[in-house]
């Protein structure tokens, strides 16, 4: 692994990528039905969705490469967070999806889930498990094998769908889930989901 250099609590990568041409949504009249949350209510919330994407950034070098966190989450409590920052809804399907990549949304994130460093967690031996931010972030040698590749055949890797997102992009998804029991019982529920790519480094 190549050496990273880190500042405090944030991470300094090497490489930085253009921001997004995407256009967020602002608010508007659609969303006025969710209900208006507790500031308090909605920081404690945050601290939640960081628990869990911190959860999912182990010292372990099998444990790397795509990620996908599932946190159960109102619909309120999704727009309370990222309301300024949706880049796609269906009412219809009942959808939300952020999307974030480039050098810069490390902060901006930083900002919306009002803590720094929620993208990385430090281990003994100067080890670090970081989200991948930019696209060009490569902190594998050339020469190093993926040993997650390497366990798939050409024909296993073919059958792999398209994925929620590339290496690079961190992709927030708001959707419901829902369920049918055989006496047509209907319950449904709200999760926000985290789509991203980990990977490690040596802290210099």
Same mark, same amino acid.
């Given at each position: 692994?190549?050496? %990273? @250099? ?8 090497? *490489?930085?990528?253009?921001?997004? !041409? ?7 009249? +659609?969303?006025?039905?969710?209900? !208006? ?12 969705? &960081?628990?869990? %994407?911190?959860? +999912? ?7 790397? =490469? ?8 109102? /619909?309120?409590?999704?727009?309370? &967070?990222?309301?300024?920052? %949706?880049?796609?809804?269906?009412? !219809? +399907? $009942?959808?939300?999806? #952020? &999307? ?13 889930? =009002? ?12 080890? #670090?498990?970081? *989200? *991948?931010?930019?696209? $060009?972030?490569?902190?594998? /040698?050339?020469? =190093? ?15 792999? +769908?398209?994925?929620? #997102? %590339?290496?690079?992009?961190? *992709? ?26 980990? @990977? ?5």
């Amino acid at each position: 692994m190549k050496p %990273i @250099s880190f500042k405090g609590n944030m991470s300094q990568t090497a *490489v930085s990528t253009a921001l997004s !041409t995407i256009t967020p949504m602002t608010t508007d009249s +659609r969303f006025e039905y969710l209900d !208006t949350l507790p500031e308090n209510t909605i920081h404690q919330f945050k601290a939640i969705l &960081v628990y869990y %994407i911190r959860k +999912r950034l182990p010292k372990g070098y099998r444990q790397l =490469e795509k990620q996908t966190v599932s946190i159960p989450a109102t /619909e309120s409590q999704f727009y309370a &967070v990222f309301k300024n920052h %949706i880049h796609y809804y269906s009412a !219809t +399907r $009942g959808i939300y999806k #952020c &999307v974030f990549r480039g050098g810069s949304s490390n902060q901006v994130l930083s900002n919306i889930l =009002e803590m720094q460093g929620w993208e990385i967690k430090f281990y003994d031996q100067r080890q #670090c498990t970081y *989200v *991948v931010l930019c696209d $060009g972030d490569n902190n594998i /040698e050339n020469g =190093e094998e993926n040993p997650i590749a390497a366990a798939l055949s050409h024909e296993t890797i073919k059958k792999l +769908r398209k994925p929620k #997102c %590339i290496r690079g992009q961190l *992709v927030i998804e708001w959707k419901k889930q829902k369920n049918t029991d055989f006496n047509g019982n209907f319950t449904q529920a709200g999760h926000v989901y985290f789509h991203f790519y980990n @990977s490690q480094a040596m802290i210099e």
